[in-house]
Each structure stands twice: as C-alpha cells, then as structure tokens.
C-alpha cells in the first residue's frame, strides 16, 4: 500500500492558523460512507443528524503545556524541549531541541532553575528521557513556565490557552488536543443530551506519534507510537448498552476510535481496562465498534487520512477533501469538521 496513495494538494491558506471566536460557527460536512453523497452544514447542525439512542464518545484528555523553553547548564546554550510522555513520577520521554549534543549525563535549567532536568538516557528515535527536579507541584510549575504544543503548522500566537482544549477536557496527559472535539460548546452538548442521545468519555492521551509523518514508501511498513488510553465501567456499560439496543456508536475524533477499536473483543464490545495501544488503522480494518466518525481534515499521507480512508473508503475521503479544498474549508486543528456517518 503505497503512502502516495493518500497525498491531495492542500493550499497553504487553506490551514487555519487561529480558532474562531464561537467554537460551534465551524463548518460541517456531512459524508455518506457508503454512497460518497456530501452535505455542507454549520456544525451546531450536528443535531440533525443524530437521534435518540445514539452514543457520542468523546476523550476527555487535557493537553499541558509542554512546551518547555530553556538554557543548558553548561554552555548556557538555548534549548527547547517538548514534553511527549511520562514515564514514571519525574521521568519523561521529550523531545530535544537542538539535539545532537543533548548527551546524556546534560543537566538543563528553566525558568531560572524554577525547573531544572537531568538527561538520564537517549531512547527510540533520539527522544530523550528527562529526570525534573523542583519543589513545589510539578503541574503547576509547568502551567507557570510552559507552552501549548500547537502544531508547527500553525505559525499565529495562541491568545487564549483553553481554546487548545475541549470543552470537557479533565485528565492531563496529552501532547496535543484531540481536535475534533474543538468544535462542541457546553450548550451543544447539553442539547445533544436533552436529544436522548447518550455521552461517554474514555481518555486516550495524544503523543506527537499520532502525527508524525509516514516516512517509508509501503504503509504496511510504518510504525505506530503507543499512547496510555482508559476506559472505566461507567463508559463501557454506556457503549455496551447502545449496541445491545441497535444504537449508532459515533466517535468524536480518530483518538476516541483508536481507544475503541483498541478495547473491543471480537463482536464489537467493550471491557473497562487501561493500558497502552499503537493500533494502526488503514484501509482493509474491519471496524468492531463505531459506526459514524466526527472528524477534522487531516495532513495529506497521514495516518490519521489512512483512518479516515479505512471507514469510508479512500477514493470517497479523497473526493471529499478535494470538494473542501474547492469550497475554501479551513483544514487541520483549529479547522472545519466532517461527520462520516
């Protein structure tokens, strides 16, 4: 399966570079997985295509700040880290900028030692592992001295920090946002609610592996990063009960299917458990457990296009993106949505 097979030109102006003012104005395209017909709609319109019975799945992670911006000890050299995962109490895995002489045994200072960190060793793909002492609560050393890890495709200041979060964001632990769910307001979710249409939360926590491109030419051959996801009782019995009821699951984000399709047995049902995936969806995966997706437009050749591709078929996905691109949708994070159903 060649990587080629899921490149479309994008023009540049076409990703947007700031979140508009009311989340739910986005646009919404509606995408029939098995026909190809499209809909253009406003995304509060997501009411009209969901009925009571549903269950709309949602991941309830939050992303920190972290971005992280330094000085070594040493040299007094600048340096940028980004926080990726933790790996047991002050241990994180973190991306080092420059690299090449971030040895290990290189102590690093932030915030005029507010923070400091201690390489400790150099893991897959150059990733380094961080040991971080301070005093005081490392969470809120971390609000006080870090960034939002916005995307490198978007070159516009954040203004507002929770503009990078759900409206439902709870559990710290991601790297970047689970963007589909960017576009639900709190009065939104209620009306969905007040529909009869059943919210479940998991949690999957969003490493930067999500997003890396795919670097080999044979799809077959890309290696996926795990990422810790959960999914508790309350949840699973919610998703359970829809199915058994002949009730559409419809997830919110390609994070929240992972998490599903991760946690499913056979026949499509869910067991609470936690733990960590590095499930890769392309085209050929029989889905288990969602049957419609809200989604944003993804990075040409990326796994999360492959995803897509895989639950309407990719001829039909890169149809539809070609029709976004010819409407000026806005792509990517702070963009436009898609409800395959």
Not at 143 to 156: A, N
Not at 197 to 222: C, W, Y
Not at 293 to 308: A, W
Request: proline fraction near 4%; charged fraction near 25%.
């Amino acid at each position: 399966m060649d990587v080629k097979n899921f490149y479309y030109h994008l023009p540049e102006e076409l990703i947007a570079q700031d979140p508009l003012e009311d989340r739910s104005n986005s646009r919404l395209m509606i995408l029939n997985k098995t026909s190809g017909a499209i809909t253009h709609r406003v995304f509060r319109e997501i009411t009209d295509y969901l009925k009571a019975g549903d269950c709309l799945v949602i991941n309830n992670t939050k992303v920190i700040p972290a971005r992280l911006y330094g000085i070594r000890e040493d040299t007094g050299a600048k340096i940028e880290l980004l926080l990726l995962k933790r790996r047991e109490n002050d241990i994180w895995e973190t991306l080092v900028k420059p690299g090449k002489k971030a040895k290990t045994g290189a102590k690093l200072s932030f915030g005029d030692g507010i923070l400091r960190g201690e390489i400790v060793d150099v893991v897959e793909d150059g990733n380094r592992l961080i040991r971080f002492s301070y005093e005081g609560i490392f969470e809120e050393i971390l609000d006080e001295l870090g960034q939002m890890p916005l995307p490198p495709y978007i070159t516009h200041a954040l203004q507002d920090k929770n503009r990078y979060q759900t409206v439902y964001a709870k559990y710290d632990g991601s790297a970047a946002a689970p963007t589909a769910g960017l576009h639900f307001t709190p009065e939104l979710l209620m009306q969905i609610q007040h529909m009869g249409v059943q919210i479940a939360e998991v949690t999957l926590h969003v490493g930067l592996g999500t997003f890396r491109p795919v670097k080999v030419s044979d799809v077959l051959s890309h290696h996926m990063h795990s990422e810790y996801f959960q999914i508790d009782e309350k949840a699973a019995e919610v998703i359970n009960q829809t199915k058994r009821k002949g009730g559409r699951i419809i997830s919110v984000g390609t994070t929240s299917t992972r998490t599903l399709e991760s946690a499913a047995d056979e026949t499509g049902y869910i067991k609470a458990q936690n733990g960590w995936t590095d499930i890769f969806i392309y085209p050929g995966y029989q889905f288990k457990v969602i049957d419609g997706l809200i989604t944003n437009f993804h990075l040409p050749e990326s796994t999360l296009l492959m995803l897509v591709s895989a639950l309407a078929g990719r001829e039909r996905i890169l149809s539809a993106y070609q029709a976004a691109v010819e409407e000026k949708y806005r792509f990517f994070s702070f963009g436009d949505a898609m409800f395959i159903q």
